[in-house]
């Protein structure tokens, strides 16, 4: 929480700076919900904030409360991403564009205990793309973390999930509910160059990689191997 003479320093009332507050906290929200949990830039957040004010450190400590007022009024974490590699230098490749332009972004993580969030919060109507989400990664995790197009459509197909079906009853265009998990940053897409030309290859993303969500995938893969 900002002091009041950190603000007088800054020239803004804290008026003004709760209002900045709650249109930030406003937008992860509604901007959340809207693209299905994809991640927020940070510059839009920003944005918000230098749309009518010039003071460089003010961003930051608006960014930051509104990160602790959402943690402590509805129970989400804002947490910061921030790919730790660009997808273009991996296999040796210089990167065509600077790796910040893709620097930093915000999820919502729900901190609430799963009884209370099951109860109250989460959405039954995507609980199939929740599944579709959690078989997709799991996949991925069991081909050692990255896996071919050609080969993780190979499996879904084998659960009835055909890459051409545009009208899946539940979850409608396949290849589109696969690519949100890109968006959403569970999976990294990415062309690489083998033997027999272009190969589109999948690989864990950080989210996917976030300890809470590979725990439970580990957790759930070992139970399905014990029966």
């Known amino acids: 929480m900002a002091t009041s003479e950190e603000l007088a320093e800054m020239g803004i009332s804290k008026e003004e700076k709760d ?27 920003t944005g918000i ?17 509104a990160r602790d007022r959402l943690a402590a009024t509805f129970g989400y974490e804002m947490r910061e991403l921030q790919r730790s590699r660009d ?3 991996r296999s040796g490749r210089p990167s065509q564009q600077p790796s910040s332009v893709d620097a930093k972004s915000y999820v ?32 991925v995790h069991l081909a050692g973390g990255k896996i071919s197009e050609e080969d993780l459509w190979h499996q879904l197909k084998r659960l009835g999930l055909h890459e051409t079906d545009e009208n899946h ?15 959403q940053r569970y999976l990294l897409k990415e062309k690489l160059a083998g033997p027999e030309g272009h190969v589109m290859m999948y690989e864990l993303a950080e989210r996917a990689l976030d300890e809470n969500i590979s725990g439970k995938i580990k957790d759930d893969i070992s139970q399905v191997c014990m029966h």
């Open 49 to 65: 904030v230098t749309k009518n004010y010039r003071q460089r450190a003010l961003p930051t400590l608006v960014i930051k409360e």
């Open 169 to 183: 009853p539940v979850l409608g265009n396949n290849k589109q509910a696969l690519e949100l998990l890109v968006q």
């Open 19 to 45: 209002k900045l507050v709650a249109e930030v906290m406003r937008y992860m929200l509604f901007k959340t919900h809207q693209t299905s949990g994809c991640p927020i830039k940070r510059e839009e957040l």
């Open 108 to 139: 919502l993580i729900s901190q609430l205990d799963p009884e209370v969030y099951s109860k109250y919060v989460e959405d039954k109507e995507a609980a199939p793309l929740t599944g579709f989400s959690f078989t997709v990664i799991s996949l």
């Open 87 to 89: 997808p273009s230098t």
